[in-house]
Nanobody, 119 residues
Framework: QVQLVESGGGLVQAGGSLRLSCVAS????????MGWFRQAPGKEREFVARITMNGGVIWYTSFVKGRFTISRDNAKNTVYLQMNSLSPEDTAVYYC????????????WGQGTQVTVSS
């Protein structure tokens, strides 16, 4: 079983950028497709982006296309989410997730990292 730990969240002004990181341990990282999800207050958790085991295929939800970039470094057991042009609507807890089967379902989850965008 893989364990996931996110970092990189924080408070940023609208228009700013953040890079989230998720470090995996416990299993071979390259066995897993990885994803980022988020949950805003009072809303259900929603999909943000996912990337295949070797990084060759990437999916984004429509509202982050052109602003967010998912990437992975299998040598560092890490998946990243670069977030640019942030808006207050991006405020949420961001979760890293892993799955052994593409495109999912995602069975392993981190504890989340808070991203707050001020206007």
């Amino acid at each position: 079983q893989v364990q996931l730990v996110e970092s990189g969240g924080g408070l940023v002004q609208a228009g700013g950028s953040l890079r989230l990181s998720c470090v995996a341990s416990g299993r071979t990282f390259s066995d897993y497709a990885m994803g980022w999800f988020r949950q805003a207050p009072g809303k259900e958790r929603e999909f943000v982006a996912r990337i295949t085991m070797n990084g060759g295929v990437i999916w984004y939800t429509s509202f982050v296309k052109g602003r967010f970039t998912i990437s992975r470094d299998n040598a560092k057991n890490t998946v990243y989410l670069q977030m640019n042009s942030l808006s207050p609507e991006d405020t949420a807890v961001y979760y890293c997730a892993a799955t052994l089967s593409w495109p999912g379902p995602f069975r392993y989850w981190g504890q989340g990292t808070q991203v707050t965008v001020s206007s």
